[in-house]
């Protein structure tokens, strides 16, 4: 039985009878199916009931309807590489943004921990990882969750006032989104906690000349558009999560032109052509903007009760709903990864679920387009026939389908878009998110890659808040 | 019912009974199946059954093993841009090589014909159509098929003296191919029998300042490896013959440092970088050396029934196999293509099938791996279960499977591999292709791609030569 099996077996309790399109692809994948009767898996059955059948009516129809179609019409565009404090609005020098929902210093996880080690020393705040500690403790850093800073960060997803960060405008409706840039083809990196003086080395060269590099390359530029890219890549076996092949390839040869216009000398147009060229995963650090500057249009819409965010900070999932308007989180707790390991790690080394990477299965695509990208497999675990399973799957809690993101290996059906908190409840079935995973310690960095999914605890007090606010 | 569909249906008659799969294919795609007897399809059935009786022997088996692994094992690089007659053994400079088996001018369709008084312009031979066709009857020039001299080229495949060609050298054998370089994103080409002043003004340019440029940038290189190029491309959407986006990305990747460091002037760097960075399919004449150059170092294995080529010169289909060593061809005629058109075409207008590019199918990709490029149907037709359908038959007709080729959606299983002409006339199921459309007409160019296959009398002619040889 396959790994992807084996989650999928781990939650057949959750299956509603009425499911019929899950129980078949259970059976599909040799999978024993339990058709049992869904018991809802909290306390609060009643109070959950009610509030759920309130949210079913034509007015929030309507108001997901609206929040979808901004989502579609969104056109983001990469306009600049550009230093965080400059770009991000109330970004202070000792202002250092996080990824998932709020969270305290004492609580972050390991690897969160390390980031932070790492930043704080890249910033020069301090000298050794021991000052950093002492610096931070000091209560002189200002922490924040990237998102309600119009950000997303992978993993970690820690963002400082120095470091760069590629920007984002959906020239649709006018707003921004940041993310940082990637440190290149390497497991020991910051993003995954690790702060070591090669680790830092590379974080300054990334923040140095590479980014100046790709400011002088793209501010003069028409802006590169994403969802196009998206699109293309979502035919060409990448889920644009967890497999970037692709969207990196049509990245670099969109990137190619305006680098040779650039006059850049030779070295410095080697040593960033090189590391562009090797990171299979750059396309990543862009298609989270691009999905966050697009959710973030549908965000805020009265009644709608479609998922603008998926996030993690590797203890807490949060997610954020279109009809609770500005910074509110639901949370829950973040889930363990079921994955592949690279040589020498295993389950007991690894972190929770981490990252704002899930922004992307947020805005359908990653675990939700794995019927386009079996080779993903090879990196998370599975096999093909699991991926178009979970696609599937995901059909049934999504209020859309979006054109712009068809599913090739589904004959083209638009993607499922648009997470519906009334029917994740409704259905038992959770958001999946193919996912990195980093070492539960501080210092270490990336250790493998794997498949979880969102925890039901926050779409319960989305549904509860939605209803509460009708 | 989609066009590979009506394609397939009018195969069934050709239908086995003993073939289950090919029959539950049928009726898994909606086709109403008729389980009929085989009837051999020409009337030399007590001749072609001991013949093929014949052929079933350890011997052959051993053989076949034998040509298999040596193209397996070959490793083709792309080495080199060059003139033709400065590489191509044997050219002279009133060579002109075409696709297919041989072919007089005077038997030659349109779109050939038009390709070659392109050609004619494009050397200087003379000044006008009616000029060219005049010098071409009067006996100037020396045709001969592309294979018979390395070479492959797509659709009319013409190549003369000045041309310049991918040099590719399969490092692990020693033997080398060619293949022209294509003339970029356009429906007009003299490969698809253009010849009008714009076609011939872009194809200077190619065969100029485009050539001599990669062949300032490769000729000092180490090679570029593309065996490995198509297995990546395999995973990322394409199949090599009709689909070659993410091929090419690829090829893009690994040029572009060298074009830095090649220190070219700005505005000829932007023009070859337009040019390739615009063409999808620019793969294709990288695919095919490759494979011609794999194929022919598998072939003349003495009786291995494997076929080494398969070719079309637009009137007659002709297959080369590894048992008949030298430039031995085994014809039939070419076949209709079932397609999609360009507006303004019709099925009307199409040439029959035409070109070297079948050497995909015969290397195991193309039609072979439609499984993993369900895109294709975008551009030939069809429905994303065909390509499922597609490959899943070829394995019925081919002696083993690649894993250098693996196919991502039949869960990574080696790709079709090794066309057995035994099995071909055992089972009736044709060798399918994907392939482009000439119009009929010299002097018009592309106009539609689609599918279609192999006749059967190759097959039958291979059968009888290697059961008279043994």
């Known amino acids: 039985m396959s790994l992807i099996n084996q989650f999928l077996k781990s939650d057949i309790k959750a299956i509603n009878v009425g499911t019929d399109i899950f129980s078949k692809s259970m059976s599909d994948q040799e999978v024993e199916t339990l058709n049992i009767e869904w018991t809802p898996p909290r306390t609060k059955n009643d109070e959950m009931l009610a509030a759920l059948n309130k949210l079913y009516s034509e007015e929030i129809n309507e108001a997901n309807q609206i929040a979808m179609n901004r989502f579609f019409e969104a056109e983001p565009l990469l306009v600049d590489v550009a230093k965080a404090i400059d770009v991000i609005p109330n970004m202070t020098p000792y202002t250092i943004l996080q ?192 999905l966050k500057a697009s959710l973030d249009a549908a965000h805020g819409v009265k009644n709608s009760t479609i998922v603008t965010a998926l996030s993690r900070n590797g203890v807490d999932f949060g997610i954020r709903v279109s009809g609770c308007e500005g910074n509110v989180w639901f949370t829950g707790p973040s889930q363990f990864v079921e994955g592949l390991y690279l040589p020498g790690f295993s389950k007991e080394d690894a972190n929770l679920d981490m990252g704002d990477s899930a922004i992307t299965e947020a805005g359908g695509v990653g675990g939700f387009a794995l019927s386009g990208a079996p080779a993903i497999v090879q990196f998370v675990g599975g096999n093909s026939e699991d991926c178009l399973v979970i696609t599937k799957k995901m059909y049934e809690i999504t209020f859309a389908e979006n054109s712009n993101f068809s599913m090739p290996n589904l004959d083209f059906r638009g993607g499922p878009s648009g997470i519906d908190v009334r029917k994740v409840l409704e259905t038992g079935i959770l958001p999946i998110i193919t996912t990195g995973i980093a070492h539960k310690n501080a210092g270490v960095g990336f250790i493998g890659a794997g498949i979880t999914n969102a925890p039901i605890e926050c779409f319960e007090k989305a549904v509860l808040e939605l209803a509460n606010r009708i």
């Open 99 to 290: 990824a998932g929902p709020p969270i305290e210093w004492d609580h972050m996880c390991g690897p969160m921990k390390g980031a932070i080690i790492g930043l704080v020393l890249f910033e020069g705040f301090a000298k050794t990882p021991e000052e950093a500690i002492e610096f931070v403790e000091s209560g002189k850093i200002t922490f924040a969750p990237c998102h309600d800073y119009g950000a997303v960060g992978p993993m970690a997803g820690v963002i400082s006032a120095s470091m760069y960060v590629h920007v984002v405008k959906n020239v649709k409706h006018g707003n921004m989104s940041f993310c940082p840039l990637t440190e290149g083809s390497r497991a020991k990196v910051l993003r995954f906690g690790a702060y070591d003086e090669d680790v830092i080395e590379n974080f300054r060269w990334v923040h140095g000349e590479l980014a100046e590099t790709l400011h002088k390359v793209l501010s003069g530029s028409n802006g590169i558009d994403l969802r196009s890219m998206i699109s293309q890549a979502l035919h060409m076996g990448d889920e644009c999560h967890n497999r970037n092949k692709a969207g990196s390839s049509l990245f670099m040869k969109e990137l190619f032109p305006l680098l040779v216009r650039a006059q850049l000398e030779e070295d410095v147009f080697m040593r960033v052509l090189n590391n562009l060229n090797t990171n299979d995963h750059y396309f990543l650090s862009l298609s989270m903007p691009a």
